[in-house]
């Protein structure tokens, strides 16, 4: 074990800024100098890694939430291969990686083994990126989910199989382009009407707690991550991480994509338990799908050679439809 | 204890008595009896504490293992043929992570054409994966071999799978002698893992490696095998001071010594084997038997020091190696390079063809009189094969086998 990294500071989320003016026990997890840093800085992440950021505070704030008892079981992808080159690693807490499809059976042993041992201070963490989770792993996770194993499962999604170079996923958002959803011809990019949501699809197990967040909301993820870890049970949070690499969008806007994609009302944030949903997280400024899509190379072929004004419109009644479904509109005050 | 019990059941509580942790459990026949004889033993509070998980697929149970016993619980589980195949990838992971889990594979036939009956393909077909493999005999060998699998595997930080025959041992009922829980705690101290996850003490596993040392590593994996044939009879004669039985060790030389023509077996055959050999004998031919209890590591030396002597040996494989013939024969033929003897493979028992004392008899005494190939495959119903073979020379596309033959035999011909 490396000793323990200097904290560096970052300016990061819309609330983060204001954190000098709260209590410091309202402060942000991240605004604490003593921040366990789960995940050390210079790992081999591309700038601007939203999965990288994620998982900083995800693991940062579960670990708060126990005392610094965390154990951490995490798929194959980006988030593992930058992490872990041999003979380094970027993790200051234990940390398992097995394989692809299995993350969260793995994270079941764990916890197995922690009850067997009366460990219940200890606490598991499993995570993936979205074709871990949506995909190959998706049958491990369900049953993690049906035995209610007392875990919190993290799904960073980038949209798209990110470390083998960009392909599609079952949570690549139709029209995107991929390596291997090309854009090319009359329906370009992903296909309307595949993919999957596994939020639903986890709240469908009614278990204690599902949630959703995005990059752009640190604060919310942070809540949201100490919320679970104060529930016993399947727990499962998918925390949007925009992929500078993968979308085709600068390092530096990684934050600003992912509140555009919450805006948009294309990612809907919020809460649910035991199969119900608890508490959803309002548009402040609703924003035209059109200002989410243009930023990113992936749906260049929407706007040039000529506006795809059809497509365009079907994105947007799939964003109303996210709006309507979960009442993210923000009640106008007369 | 001696009682009249079932194969399974006398497994289920030895694996009991060796107070796993953490036991995960998928249903596949021949393999079901133990898991769930363990579930009761469970259930009944005989084994406390142990966390008993079911899961959703053999995939899914290895994971699940791989966790728990990176988090530093003794770990079990129990599977066989499909249910084997369909772990592969977590059966490589947990070997080359170094997890000491325990698993009993209940040998069965691989499909197509699906079979439920025994022979060696399963587990043969991860002779490569970096497990341990111990092939029982009998009953009583095969629950002795557990504790002395759990002390092996945790010694070396090494998975090691306890092989034994489907339906054969399984669903045999026979006098065991079932250890007793004070006899296994003086045997198999409790687990203590080398590397476990744990917060005050953190560390990663399972990182990625590049070229610059993953060969260091798969070397290093190799020779930790290699310690294995040390410990195995190490642990075997421990066990042997401990219950006053002998079960384990690397190999069984059964009337080798002065033995023209040696036969080589794994499991149960061994027993009809050995049987024939004393018949053999008694009418004064030289003949001899040698049972291989540890596959891998194959204990090549060993192997060599028995066999080199013989002028010829007769492998009985009970699973195939399609497209060259025999598994365990080429592992035999490493042991024996550079000695010119008679080698014969005989692929024998597949899919639960039973291997009787009248096709033994028969067969070793083609291989005695020089009528038997390099590779056989006893009691093959030539007519049968002969036709498909016809129809196969008249079209390059004659059609599957397996839905040929079954049309064959459905119109009588
Ligand atoms: C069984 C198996 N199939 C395929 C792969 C190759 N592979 C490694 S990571 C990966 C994609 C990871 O995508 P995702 O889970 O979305 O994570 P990301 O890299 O985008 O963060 C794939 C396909 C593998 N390691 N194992
Ligand atoms: S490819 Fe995307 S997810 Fe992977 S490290 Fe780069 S930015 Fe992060």
Not at chain 1, 123 to 127: E, K, L, S
Not at chain 1, 192 to 196: E, L, Y
Not at chain 2, 23 to 28: F, G, K, L, M, Q
């Given at each position: 074990?490396?000793?323990?990294q200097?904290?560096?500071f ?31 800085c210079?790992?081999?992440a ?21 005392g ?8 194959t ?7 872990t080159?041999?003979p ?11 394989l692809?499809?299995n993350?969260?059976?793995?994270a ?10 009366g460990?219940?201070?200890i ?5 993936g990126?979205?074709g ?11 049953g ?6 007392d ?18 996923s079952g ?20 296909p ?5 949501s596994l ?23 942070e ?15 998918h ?24 805006q948009?009302?294309l990612?809907p944030v ?13 548009i ?13 190379k ?5 706007f040039?050679?000529e ?5 365009i419109a079907?994105?947007q ?5 996210n ?9 106008v005050v007369? | ?21 953490v ?6 026949s ?6 769930e ?8 509070g005989?084994?406390?504490?142990c ?6 697929s053999?995939f ?8 728990a ?6 770990t ?22 170094g997890?000491p889990?325990?698993m ?8 197509a054409?699906i079979n439920i ?9 991860q002779?490569?994966?970096g497990?341990?493999q ?7 060998e095969?629950?002795?071999?557990h ?11 090494l ?10 041992l399984?669903?045999a009922?026979?006098r065991?002698?079932?250890p ?13 893992p ?6 005050d ?9 590049g070229?610059?040392?993953?060969t ?5 994996a190799?020779?930790k ?10 642990i ?16 069984h ?14 499991g ?23 049972g291989i ?6 204990p ?6 028995v066999?080199?002597?013989?002028r ?26 550079g000695?010119?003897?008679d080698?014969h493979?005989?692929v ?26 390099h ?12 036709r ?7 079209s390059?596309?004659s ?10 035999v459905?119109?009588?011909?």
């Open positions: 074990m490396n000793a323990a200097q904290v560096k970052y300016q990061v989320g819309s609330l983060a800024a204001g954190n000098r003016l709260l209590d410091p026990e309202l402060r942000s997890d991240q605004a604490d100098p003593a921040r366990s840093n789960a995940l050390t210079g790992h081999r591309c700038q601007g890694c939203g999965e990288a950021l994620g998982a900083r505070y995800v693991l940062d704030a579960a670990q708060r939430a126990s610094g008892k965390v154990i951490a079981v995490n798929a992808g980006c988030l593992e291969v930058f992490s080159p041999y380094q690693t970027s993790w200051q807490l234990p940390w398992l990686h097995s692809f499809g993350a969260p059976a793995v079941s042993g764990v916890a197995a083994a922690l009850r067997a041992k460990r219940t201070d606490r598991v963490v499993g995570q990126g979205d871990g989770t949506v995909d190959i792993g998706l049958g491990c996770l369900s993690m989910f049906e035995r209610n194993d875990v919190l499962y993290v799904c960073y999604d980038n949209e798209a199989y990110m470390n083998t170079g960009v392909q599609r949570a690549t958002p139709p029209t995107a382009r991929t390596a291997t959803t090309q854009a090319v011809g009359e329906e370009p990019g992903a309307f009407g595949q993919g999957k939020p639903l699809i986890a709240m469908a197990h009614e278990i204690p707690y599902v949630a959703t967040a995005t990059v752009a909301g640190l604060r919310d993820l809540a949201k991550v100490h919320r679970a870890m104060g529930l016993r049970g399947a727990r499962y949070l925390v949007l991480v925009p992929c500078p690499l993968g979308w085709g969008t600068a390092s530096c806007d990684t934050v600003r994509i992912a509140r555009l994609a919450e948009s009302g990612f919020f809460e649910a338990a035991g199969g119900e949903v608890t508490e959803v997280t309002k402040r400024r609703r924003v035209p799908v059109e200002e989410y899509l243009r930023p990113q992936r749906y260049a072929h929407l040039t050679p506006v795809r004004t059809d497509v079907r994105l009644r799939a964003a109303d439809r709006i309507a479904r979960f009442d993210l509109a923000e009640e007369s | 204890m001696l009682k009249q019990t079932e194969g399974s059941r006398a497994v289920a509580e030895t694996v009991a008595y060796c107070r796993p942790e036991i995960a459990a998928y249903p596949i021949p393999q079901t009896h133990i898991v004889e363990l579930s009761r033993l469970v259930k009944s005989a084994l406390k504490p966390e008993y998980v079911n899961v959703e053999e899914a149970a290895m994971s699940l293992c791989i966790g016993s990176a988090a530093g619980a003794r079990y589980t129990a599977t066989a043929s499909q249910g084997l195949l369909y772990m592969v990838e977590a059966l490589y992971n947990a070997a080359g992570l997890l889990i325990v009993t594979v209940a040998n069965r036939a691989i499909g054409p009956w025994n022979d060696h393909s399963d587990s043969m077909s002779r490569d994966s497990w341990i111990l092939y029982a005999r009998d009953n009583q095969a629950a002795d071999l504790p002395q699998a759990f002390r092996l595997a945790e010694e070396l930080s998975p090691v799978m306890v092989c034994m025959d489907g339906f054969v399984t669903h009922w026979e065991i002698e079932v007793e829980q004070a006899q296994v705690d003086a045997f198999l101290a409790p687990y203590e080398r590397q476990v996850l744990d917060p003490e953190p560390v990663s596993i399972g990182a990625m490696v070229p610059e040392a993953f260091e590593v798969r070397y290093l190799h020779a095998q290699m310690q294995a044939l040390e410990a195995i009879p190490d075997a004669r421990e066990f042997r001071q401990a219950f006053a039985r002998d079960s384990g060790g690397l190999i030389p059964y009337a080798c010594e002065f033995a023209d023509t040696i036969v080589v077996a794994l149960s055959v061994l027993g009809t084997v050995c049987d024939v050999v004393d018949e053999m004998r008694a009418d004064g031919v030289r003949i001899g038997a040698l209890t540890s596959f891998r590591p194959f090549l030396e060993a192997v060599r020091t066999l080199g002597h013989a010829r040996v007769v492998v009985l494989e009970r699973a195939l190696a399609v497209g060259v013939g025999g598994i365990v024969s080429q592992n035999v033929r490493t042991a024996l390079s000695i010119r003897l080698g493979t005989v024998a028992g597949l899919g639960g063809r039973p291997i009787t004392k009248e096709s033994l008899h028969r067969l070793f005494a083609d291989a005695i009189a020089g009528r038997l190939g590779l056989e495959f006893l009691d093959l119903d030539t007519g049968l094969v002969e498909e073979l016809a129809r196969m020379a008249q390059r596309r059609g599957p086998s397996a839905e040929n033959i079954l049309r064959d459905g119109s009588n011909r």
